[in-house]
T-cell receptor, first 117, second 110 residues
Framework: GAVVSQHPSRVICKSGTSVKIECRSL??????MFWYRQFPKQSLMLMAT?????????EQGVEKDKFLINHASLTLSTLTVTSAHPEDSSFYIC?????????????FGPGTRLTVL | GENVEQHPSTLSVQEGDSAVIKCTYS??????FPWYKQELGKRPQLIID?????GEKKDQRIAVTLNKTAKHFSLHITETQPEDSAVYFC?????????FGAGTILRVKS
């Protein structure tokens, strides 16, 4: 159990367009979901923490108006990259915290490769 | 501030040898320390974790040690195999989120 999916796995878009990425916990309810960004040969950098039914908490330096996060249910969070630019090209990974398990353990999605032309 | 330092950044070992990766953290309130293996283009895969009430944990060829006083923890892989080659990340829980180390590229030469 504790499977997290992401959709799409890859997306290529033109500069100025918006892209939505979905993160789903398939077999458990997630009280909290996290969104990370990973540039090539770098570590995972937390962008925001998303709690079901409330506003996301963004990390310092992450523009909340550019990276819109919606966490409408205990199994779905979405990240929308608005007005994407080439510098937004990256690997976006979500994770979810299981409602009934170790408070800090996170289960990761497979990631979404975003390329902005 | 929130910080996790990881060393070395790259590590090459001969097949069958041991590999050790070390991390230090800054927040004394951290109580959960997972280690992840990540292959190119894939999600991070949890390989072992340790909580602050334990000093050592072992799972077959993988072990983790934790020194809370010194605020450092280490990953030990024994009898390394070529399929152990990947990027390894440590992380520490800091205020209900995970902060990751910079990663270690492990290459196991056969």
């Amino acid at each position: 159990g504790a499977v997290v999916s992401q959709h799409p796995s890859r997306v290529i878009c033109k500069s100025g367009t918006s892209v939505k990425i979905e993160c789903r916990s398939l077999d458990f309810q997630a009280t909290t979901m996290f969104w990370y960004r990973q540039f090539p040969k770098q570590s995972l950098m937390l962008m925001a923490t998303s709690n079901e039914g409330s506003k996301a908490t963004y990390e310092q330096g992450v523009e909340k108006d550019k990276f819109l996060i919606n966490h409408a249910s205990l199994t779905l969070s979405t990240l929308t990259v608005t007005s994407a630019h080439p510098e937004d090209s990256s690997f976006y990974i979500c994770s979810a915290r299981h409602r009934d398990r170790n408070y800090n353990e996170q289960f990761f999605g497979p990631g979404t490769r975003l390329t902005v032309l | 501030g929130e910080n996790v330092e990881q060393h070395p950044s790259t590590l090459s070992v001969q097949e069958g040898d041991s590999a050790v990766i070390k991390c230090t953290y800054s927040d004394s309130a951290s109580n959960y320390f997972p280690w992840y293996k990540q292959e190119l283009g894939k999600r991070p895969q949890l390989i072992i974790d340790i909580r602050s009430n334990v000093g050592e944990k072992k799972d077959q060829r993988i072990a983790v040690t934790l020194n809370k006083t010194a605020k450092h923890f280490s990953l030990h892989i024994t009898e390394t195999q070529p399929e152990d080659s990947a990027v390894y990340f440590c992380a520490a829980s800091i205020r209900n989120k995970l902060v990751f180390g910079a990663g270690t590229i492990l290459r196991v030469k056969s």
